[in-house]
């Protein structure tokens, strides 16, 4: 699914299959008058999903069959997305038929709630760690058809992607490699045989001589999966930048620090996308 | 969008446009030999998306063309959705072609995750009103795309379905009043003249006066939005059960019983499905 | 399906899997004339369908990629939707591209001529009760895939829309009660426990004590199923207007009105849209 | 659309967006009990639709997570589509989980009432012609959506299927002939040209002269559009059967028979499928 | 499929499922900037599929979220589609965001090299037997999913279309007669009973005898599958024009020329859609 | 699009919009009976494509609604995908109803035919650079809609897969490294920064001077465009196997080998996939 997809998805499951809204209805033509809209964050975070707003009133727009309307309609955002934001501050306003801003508002705000709640997470991790070189990355522990949106907040938030799927890069877990005889290097050169020379693979390890193995293998990149600080200090000095390590694990906000002060290149979190907190926002019709 | 689809779509983001995982490709015919896995709940909590273990699993052998191996596939589940469950219960307990686990685990546990979550958090509401009769009811503000199980996963956890869209109730917030001349006995009356007869119409209040218009107005429920508990008590007493009161805004944990305690009907919570923790779950193949 | 969906389908099963009208193609670059085309009502009857002809002619252009020719293309409407006509009238006049016309005139005569027909019967229906404060409801008996046009087409012709589908209502009919006991009151009860609040539950009858009981059961509207005008009456005499009453079964034009006589408030009419008559709509292209 | 995808469709704006039926959910686990229907027919006339029975039910079944209640399922036809009934006549009798039954019921009668009155009607018009040789033709003038079922409908009432749409023959009308400069021998030339020699290609004309053109001209099929019984029963006289006939525009069941003693080959009826009456049809769970 | 979704798909299958270009990402806002492209042909050829470039284009930038960059972007073809190019000719000149054009260069390209090698094949064959009045036809033998495309591509090679599919002419092989009792007269007019008066019948025969009945049996038109020179000139004498032939199976660019001298009408080709060269084309962005 | 989706496409394309065979239909109820189909290679080559028999043959019974014929159905395959077949031989056997190997015939055959011919051709290059280590990988000039299978059929005809879109790897072509200033290695590093450590990034080269700024840039893997031989060797040499080495640019049958020569790692061949000859298969009703 890309965006288009997903926020027509979010609108039709609002409007139903007939994709009408009853109390708009009950406005009759007085649905059609101009407004003018503020949205407003009412606490401290960073911003990220704004240009969906005008995506979504637009889809709206047209699928209410409104589009003669569309010069009533306009959108000026005052921060960009991954932007710092006060509580209070008004991020954007918007003039648009007042039935249309009221059967789009609900949509506009869950979207722009979880999107800044998952960029500001982020963002406090990447402040955690900004001691050192090491970056965050994020997981594919998303929110069912939300991958593409969840991963971009973690952009915005300071985050860098890992994988976006099971199509685009190889891990090799434990179950992989005793699917495939329990030898590391075996099931690195067997996979670069069967996925060609264009895909990154990666070995998840837990124990040194784990990561021992997979540097060996020509994989390239090495995931240290739930060690103690002391054991990724080791294989960070064995390894010595001959490929990158990626901490990954119970990692939160408390050891992030520690664990990027071992040397690692990489931290991956879930809990950045699979449990943010919403970011309180709301939309305010002010005529 | 119906569960099939919603399944549909989260396995098509992680298995890409071509349907494919490369890891699993990497083990050859090795991915069709049989396994077992088992399902286990890290911390305490209510589980809920039991039922979608086996459409992800039939959905992802369908889609990898593995449908004569469904003899090897078979879920046991030990625990029913809804059910509160100890750190450390294995909740299922999944046979299946190796390769087929490892491409559908990391969409089960999306699921599982999150609708546990839900139903873990609306369960603490439910137990914080439980001495009064006061129900919990669950919102809009859901993850878009995931409404009908978001809205499953309340349900389970304790509370009552609000509205699922804006399709199937009428709600008139002050905005549509205003639109309407700002009289609310005029804005019912004229709202059942356009929706029929077999739409609900609540009216959402914030002052006295305005609970007192809503009852008189035909309206079929009243929202007490954002209202200090003495208000609340203050229209309790006055419409004495004429028509279901349901209290809004800013409702957490620590203050719902006291809200309770006013007795409104309801108490609605956008929490619940906009800012869930992911209960810790996680899938382990044994064999 | 919305508008936008129905139409897509009409035109596709029209235009067939690879979009051609073998008919224009032979009229090679021709087709890409001018015209003006008038739209003709041949009988008397309420107009309905008008807004669809721009929606059905852009969608041909886009489709045949045509889109270049929009400077070509404007419709002017006579007549509003829901207004009488006399035999003769034009009601739209069509600038368009020749062949464009010529592929979209059968789909846009078929919506036209289904949609006044339905509107045109229903004010028929309308007509016979206006004596009375009763009104007309449609039902679910719509051509299958055209629901949320057809209950358009009652609402222009004077009805008020029941229920949209199985989701936005509660009816419990005898096979429901039958399958929770046989008790009105404690099915109606069980139902506000399951579906919440927020949905209308209406209760079918049969019998004077079926009446009673579902009146007293807290059911937000009940229906009458065939039941005698005499029956009726004492019905309505007993319910005393404590909640809506809806006449349904073998109800036509010629008994009509005697049923609105009772103080039913509602009379549901399947015919209106299983049965309507097209009305005898053409389109001429002038020059 | 295919048959498969009407009906998902049909079930769809049913079922709305979430694909749930909020009466059956009051029933909770009472809706799996099994259950026995019986379809009756209340008035004499041509039944069609019946295999649709399986697969309304069958998807049903499916979209609601029924699948494990299969063997509850079956269906049993007493008739064959395109039988005549007497009133009172059980057509099927259904055995279905009864949650599964309320949840289909209205979506099988509005295709069996539309698909029986569509063959009902036509099954009228070929018995009119029936002292000739003249066969009876449907029309694109179908409900949008259905024109697959509707011209199924036709052809089990005993009419032949005109073309499907204007992708499949060509059918030269007045308009296309005027863009065309007039000639319509030219015209059908240059048809064949861009067309190629696998469609069959029709000229509609209205005069004598016309006629005399047409057939000379190459065309396979010659439709007389709104003759009079004398100048159709000329024509007929003068073209000896070299290319068929088609009879079309005003015709009604009391003209068909005098217009099939022309000696035309074939009369096209639109309103077999824009106007036909429902057959009466229902049903009833009787265990 | 039309060519919409054609195009859709196969942009779809280049981005992925969340419609990506890492590539174009990588540049950051300099992918906003202007850039002039010219398209160039390699080698001699017909041209074919110019219209798909404004129309890839427009859907990279609505996928893309760059509408706002329309103002970059025009089309400027050199030459029309059908026409014969010189090697080294500039057919069009493309201004685009220079991320824009990255990301819909190969899909363009692949569109222009397969249309341009098939019409550039089929104006081979149609060279071939430009001495008599014999015309090529394509089949269905084109690439699963392009066949609109790919019978455009021949039309602008010269060719006619034989039928698009399985639905829009009947053709009786041998396997179809077998099974009607091996009468092909009598399975011709069975044929007619059941598709009605609109579709062609085309009749396949491998032997003198069966042209002679396909001939007196009403058929359409006839096809001689894999008949010698001699069988096929022996067939053109006896039909004397009373049905068109078509000759098929076998025909290479070596023997065209003979099978059209024999007097057949059409010729058939497979080769043209099933192995066409890709016409050697590139995209240089030249500022 | 996944291989479902792709079959369904097909089929579509030839069944029509409303998925009719009106030869097949000719048959009535004969269509039903058994019938016997051998389905032979009629020239050397590599087969491919044989587990789409199945799938075919499956969605043509569902579509046609004939599912309860399932037991008439089955496939035997004679040899596995990838292996090499002598002209003559019988490679699958398939019972099935007539009228459904009718329908399913050619759409079988198309599929059949272009992967057979793309796996024919791709051996041909295998074996052309067999006396090396050097690899052939395929490219993304594919049909559009159909590069996942395209891409099957190269692997079975023993290529590696280059990446499958612009998803899933960077490529850095001259236009990009232009766009962000023109030093290599900047480019590479602010990629790197942008995409993450889980994309390979490929730099394109067509001089010796940018081989060493792309190896020295950290690029995954370098491709040396359009080079000579020598030129060729040279980087080859420098290069050392620190990274791999693609050529790429005008390699055919005839100088591959000594491509594959000069020491690169891997050879990428557009035509495999834009240009192949279709294999000549062809399917007998044998009973």
């Given at each position: 699914m890309n965006e288009s997809e997903i926020i027509h998805n979010a609108l039709e499951e609002d409007l139903g299959a007939s994709w009408k809204d009853v109390s708009v209805e009950a406005l009759g033509s007085v649905g059609d008058n101009s407004s003018t809209s503020k949205v407003i964050v009412k606490e401290a975070g960073i911003v990220c999903g704004l240009w969906l707003i005008d995506e979504v009133i637009k889809k709206v727009m047209m699928v209410c069959g409104?589009?003669?309307?569309?010069?009533?309609f306009s959108v000026e955002c005052y921060f960009s997305d991954g932007e710092f934001v006060e509580p209070g501050s008004v991020i954007a306003e918007i003039d648009c038929p007042v039935g249309i801003i009221l059967s789009a508002e609900r949509t506009i705000l869950n979207f722009l709630q979880r999107l800044s709640g998952i960029a500001t997470l982020t963002k406090k991790f990447v402040v955690a760690v900004s001691h050192t070189k090491c970056k965050i990355l994020d997981t594919r522990k998303t929110a069912p058809g939300l991958r593409c949106l969840d991963k971009l907040a973690t952009k915005f938030g300071g985050a860098l992607n890992h994988?976006?799927?099971?199509?685009d890069m190889v891990m090799l877990k434990d179950n992989h490699i005793k699917a495939m005889d329990g030898n590391i290097k075996k099931a690195v050169e067997q996979t670069r045989m069967i996925v060609g020379p264009t895909k990154k693979i990666e070995v998840e390890t837990s124990t040194f001589e784990e990561v021992k193995a997979a540097v060996g293998s020509g994989a390239d990149m090495v995931m240290l999966d739930n060690m103690s600080i002391e054991l990724m200090k080791k294989c960070v000095a064995w390894v010595k930048g001959r490929v990158p390590l990626e901490a990954s694990g119970g990692i939160n906000l408390e050891n992030a620090g520690k664990v990027a002060d071992t040397g690692v290149d990489y931290i991956s979190v879930g809990e950045i996308t699979h449990s943010p907190k919403a970011l309180d926002i709301s939309l305010k019709i002010v005529s």
């Open positions: 409104k589009g003669e309307f569309s010069h009533l994988r976006f799927g099971l199509y």
